[in-house]
């Protein structure tokens, strides 16, 4: 990269076209990217409604003088059964508790089961986000107990087998579906987290022989400058004081990366591929393949271009090779910017486009272990997300000059 102005700006396409969706995320994305506060406030309201408008039913169509002598004191019951399912996935047995306590309540005061619903929707709850020693120990006795009391005490003439049956109905299958879920996702967090280590190791290992790559180049060209220094030695000095000093910076920025090489198993070196590594001089050919991918790319350049050592160059075109080609899986027909910025001592390198985006979870791709990874190696960091409107982004930011760990 050769240095430029103080600002310098390179822009392969007009911002307008990257400013443009050509195939939005679809209705299904946008409902994921929602925050789940928002879906369980939603509900909460939804079955607050419906236990409102099916007590003033019951209560109007009863012929006991004290049911529709009551008053408020039903509803009253039914906001306190309802709002803690706001918080439910947070604090799931203390909603199971206060969601119990306030149907037990509803059904002694009226011999109704307005909560009913709530009920089934916290012993759902309490079943799929607590663990296996607190679910059998606090909230299956607690759901359980609630259901049979409510069941009595909205009836006390029922029998066994119809309190059985409704115990079965509003607890005993919500927690069963409750409990394959739970196991579902820790079985889905346990294969992530397997494939995860895996992926570290295998990037830990190709980035060993990389840098094994760029050292050793480095010692060449310090034996070949060695070599002619001591040639002209006696005969042209001021030659010889120039290749020293060459000698001199290329054993500094080797002694750089064999300090980041410390602590990285690495693969044998006899079985690894060599081929020449690339580095940002090299952008120009991967954003054509990208566009003859599909995908409209520009590069935006800022600051100052500065000299890289061989390892950050290398990874900042890997940051930059990676982000594109999650951008050509998983947007689809879309416009992807590069952004370089030149700060003082990092290098922030942003990659955004207005596509699809992933369709899994946020964070979980292998590629993007590996490149945080990569980038650690430098004391830098990487974080990437959903844009606002659509679209995904990924921002890196890179240490130069010395200033990642060492």
Known sequence: MVPGSSRRMTLVRPPESYRRGVDGPTLGDRARRID???????????????????????????????????????FVLVALGCAPLVVRRRWPIGVLIAVSLASVASASIDHSQDLAFALVVASYTAAAYVDRKRFVRISAPIAIAAAVAGTVLADPHTNWVEVLVAATFSTGLPMLFGRIGYNRRRRIAAEQERAARDA???????????????????????VVQAGAARRVLDDDPEAAKTAIARIEATGRDGMAEMRRLIGILKEDAAEAERTPQPGLADLDGL????????????????????????GEDLTAFRVVQEALTNVMKHAGKANARVLLRWLADALEIEVADDGRGPTTAVGGGLGLIGMRERVALFGGTVRSGPRPGGGFELCARLPIGGGGAQ
Request: glycine content about 8%; hydrophobic content about 50%; charged content about 15%.
């Open 36 to 74: 789940p506060l928002v879906w369980d406030t939603l509900l909460a309201v939804v079955l607050a409604a419906f236990s409102v408008i099916g007590g003033i039913i019951a209560a109007n169509g009863s012929s006991d003088p004290a049911r529709q002598g009551l008053g408020t004191a039903p």
């Open 200 to 222: 570290v190791a295998q990037e830990r290992a190709r980035i060993a022989r990389e840098l094994h790559d760029v050292v050793a180049h480095a010692m060449s060209v310090m």
């Open 287 to 310: 954003l054509e393949t990208v566009r003859a991918s599909g995908v409209a790319v520009e590069l935006v350049t800022e600051g100052e271009a500065r000299a890289l050592s061989s």
